[in-house]
Every structure is written in structure tokens, then in C-alpha cells.
């Protein structure tokens, strides 16, 4: 099993600043691509951010040059530093991860967060 634990999300004006993180643990091998989803009431769940485990980065058109991915693979954790936050990127925000368990087949794994929730509103 692995497990991804998300924190940050909360309550923020317009134009302020949040920061995610997400930390995998568990029976983990290898992490391979981490990333941030976000769904919003009565919406597909849709790709933020994404970064391999070489650092490559890849952002959806409406947060690219606002957000920015990173990680730390020493900590096996993500994070999500969002500026200039608008009203429409109000939404639950979930973490995402793949790679290999640490088991005798290393067998991929694709797990997913619980949800931290991000709301944009004065």
C-alpha cells in the first residue's frame, strides 16, 4: 500500500497565496510522476501539475506562470505553490503518484490523496 497525505489547502483572497504538500509513504520502490488534480462542484476532476522524478514539469493552461510544482524525492513529497489564486480555482485539490512497489514483482502502483480543499473568496 501507499499512502499520499495532502496539506496546505484552506480559505484565501483573491490574489493571495497557498502552498500543498503531499507526502507519499508506504511500500514505495520507486516514485515515478507526482502530481496535483483539482475537481470542482459538479466538474471533472482535471490535471494541475505534474513533475517526473527528474524534475520535468507540465502545468494546464489556466495555472501556467501562477503555479509552480515541485518536489522533494529525498522526503518522497510534492508541492503545489499557488499565487495570484482566483475565484475559479476553488476546488478540492488532490495529490497523485505512481511508480513501483517495493514488493518481489515491482508492480506499478497509481494512488491518490484524500483531498485538501482550496477555496478562493473575499
Known amino acids: 500500500q501507499v499512502q499520499l497525505v495532502e496539506s496546505g489547502g484552506g480559505l484565501v483572497q483573491p490574489g493571495g497565496s497557498l502552498r500543498l504538500s503531499c507526502a507519499a509513504s508506504?511500500?514505495?520502490?520507486?516514485?515515478?510522476?507526482m502530481g496535483w488534480y483539482r475537481q470542482a462542484p459538479g466538474k471533472q476532476r482535471d490535471k494541475v501539475a505534474s513533475?517526473?522524478?527528474?524534475?520535468?514539469?507540465a502545468y494546464a493552461d489556466s495555472v501556467k506562470g501562477r503555479f509552480t510544482i515541485s518536489r522533494d524525492n529525498a522526503k518522497n513529497t510534492v508541492y503545489l505553490q499557488m499565487n495570484s489564486l482566483k475565484p475559479e480555482d476553488t476546488a478540492v485539490y488532490y495529490c497523485?503518484?505512481?511508480?513501483?512497489?517495493?514488493?518481489?514483482?515491482?508492480?506499478?502502483?497509481?494512488?491518490w490523496g484524500q483531498g485538501t480543499q482550496v477555496t478562493v473568496s473575499s
Open positions: 513533475i517526473t522524478s527528474g524534475g520535468s514539469t
Open positions: 497523485n503518484a505512481d511508480g513501483l512497489y517495493n514488493d518481489r514483482y515491482r508492480n506499478r502502483f497509481d494512488s
Open positions: 508506504g511500500n514505495i520502490f520507486r516514485l515515478d510522476v
